[in-house]
Nanobody, 127 residues
Framework: QVQLVESGGGLVQAGGSLRLSCVGSGRTFSSYAVGWFRQAPGKEREFVTAKDWSDYRLYYADSVKGRFTISRDNAKNTVYLQMNSLKPEDTAVYYC????????????????????WGKGTLVTVSS
């Protein structure tokens, strides 16, 4: 199992940037696919981005392509979400998620097959 803790959320003006971080527990974190999801007030949770340990498998939601970038530092057991050109509609609680790379994951699966979830960090974008 892996435990995930997000940080970096906050209030930012439209057009601004934020970088979220997610620290994973365990020595084998590099063996996990990781992703970010978000849930806006009154809406269902939606996929944002996901990747494997390298960039061989890398996915983005259309709504964030060209603005958000996922990256990871396996030595630090950390996943990042760099968010640029933020819009008010990006306001949401952002969740980090992970799935062991030996399990099936990807766009064909509910929640991209992610099995482990953090508690979330709130991002608010003001207009």
């Amino acid at each position: 199992q892996v435990q995930l803790v997000e940080s970096g959320g906050g209030l930012v003006q439209a057009g601004g940037s934020l970088r979220l971080s997610c620290v994973g527990s365990g020595r084998t974190f590099s063996s996990y696919a990781v992703g970010w999801f978000r849930q806006a007030p009154g809406k269902e949770r939606e996929f944002v981005t996901a990747k494997d340990w390298s960039d061989y498998r890398l996915y983005y939601a259309d709504s964030v392509k060209g603005r958000f970038t996922i990256s990871r530092d396996n030595a630090k057991n950390t996943v990042y979400l760099q968010m640029n050109s933020l819009k008010p509609e990006d306001t949401a609680v952002y969740y980090c998620a992970a799935a062991h790379s030996s399990t099936a994951w990807g766009p064909s699966y509910q929640d991209y097959g992610m099995k482990y979830w953090g508690k979330g960090t709130l991002v608010t974008v003001s207009s």
